[in-house]
């Protein structure tokens, strides 16, 4: 029983790991556009 919650758990931080670096993607990217942007105008 505790081995199932471990791996539910072990899912659940890579999940989290996983949105957690989109997120950062769609940060950096969006101020990459941001920055590209204020450039050319």
């Known amino acids: 029983m505790k081995l ?3 791996t539910q758990d072990e ?3 890579t999940n989290v790991q ?3 670096g989109i997120l ?3 940060e950096v990217g969006t ?3 941001v920055n590209d942007f ?3 105008s």
């Open 4 to 6: 199932i919650v471990r």
């Open 11 to 13: 899912k659940y931080k």
């Open 18 to 20: 996983i949105l957690t």
């Open 24 to 26: 950062v993607v769609l």
């Open 31 to 33: 101020l990459f556009e």
């Open 38 to 40: 204020e450039f050319h």
